[in-house]
């Protein structure tokens, strides 16, 4: 089992930064891929980026490139998304995910077994 804890979520206006944060437990962090995914209210959830076991391999959703950056920490088992000039669209709450091995598509969520709690970003306008 592994345990995903999200931090740092909050009420910011457009164009300013948040970092997000994941502590995992449970695991050898540094045998998980990670990944954020998102939910806004009344929408589907969306995948955001992943980053693969030792932090060199990342990938990001369209809709962040060039805005967020995903990394990881293994020694300190966390996980960051550093979010920069933020969108009111990008309001949402916001899920790390883990697995030992993607099998599946990195957007899907059925790709990854593990899940946190969330953490609510809402970007004001």
């Known amino acids: 089992q592994v345990q995903l804890v999200e931090s740092g979520g909050g009420l910011v206006q457009a164009g300013d930064s948040l970092r997000l944060s994941c502590a995992a437990s449970?695991?050898?962090?540094?045998?998980?891929?990670m990944a954020w995914f998102r939910q806004a209210p009344g929408k589907e959830s969306e995948y955001v980026a992943v980053?693969?076991?030792?932090?060199?391999?990342?990938s990001y959703a369209d809709s962040v490139e060039g805005r967020f950056s995903i990394s990881r920490e293994n020694a300190g088992n966390t996980m960051y998304l550093q979010m920069n000039s933020l969108k009111p669209e990008d309001t949402a709450v916001y899920y790390c995910?883990?697995?030992?091995?993607?099998?599946?598509?990195?957007?899907?969520?059925?790709?990854?077994?593990?899940w946190g709690q969330g953490t609510q970003v809402t970007v004001s306008s």
């Open positions: 980053i693969n076991w030792n932090g060199d391999t990342t």
């Open positions: 995910a883990a697995d030992p091995r993607i099998s599946g598509p990195i957007v899907a969520r059925s790709s990854y077994a593990y």
């Open positions: 449970g695991r050898p962090f540094s045998n998980l891929y």
